[in-house]
């Protein structure tokens, strides 16, 4: 019997923002690997935006695992001063580079346990996007990415009450932000509704 995995829509799109946007990339998803791309993305001085649907990162693990517990192990110790060693052995904490000068967060200092509480690691994934500044725009719904000409189209749902939208046969008031990036060399593009 397989275990189906869950794993964030990440949607990565490297080329320029159109419309006075600076981002060269768009994440999709605040997860825990949204998260660590924007790390490496803000490490390598790459502008990114990452866009989540919930008020928090991680919101995944609000619901799941069902019985509250993480199945892969909190691995304390190793045996091993090496700090690559350690963190390749750490299935829980989120990639940190060994020179980052804002110091390391890792899992083990928000749990002790060898199976531990989902809150736990919704705690630290929070703790670890504000501690590397990691940029999110919470409360985001992207509603369909498409390739149109030769531009790449993100729209999100603001949930606002300016602009009217027609939705089947009834009318809906929302507004809808577009961020359009330039496709790079003899890409095809994307297009994916979400």
Known sequence: MSVPVLF?????FFAP???????RVCIIGAGPAGVQLGYFFQRQNIPYTIFERSSIPASFFQQFPRH???????KLGTGS??????LRHDWNSL??????????LLFRDFSTKVF?????FLE???AFQQRYNISVSYNTTVTRVH???QHQQVEEDGHDQDQEQEDKDERTKHHKNKYTMNINGDDDGVYVEV
Request: proline share 4%; aromatic share 8%.
């Open 95 to 104: 990639i940190t580079e060994e020179t980052d000068d804002r110091g390391h």
């Open 68 to 74: 509250r517990k993480l199945v892969s192990l909190n």
């Open 81 to 86: 001063d090496d700090y690559e060693f350690n």
């Open 147 to 149: 390739k149109q000409n």
């Open 116 to 120: 531990p509480h989902a809150d736990s």
């Open 8 to 12: 964030p829509l990440l949607l990565l």
């Open 17 to 23: 923002f159109v419309q006075g946007k600076d981002a």
């Open 124 to 126: 630290y994934v929070a």
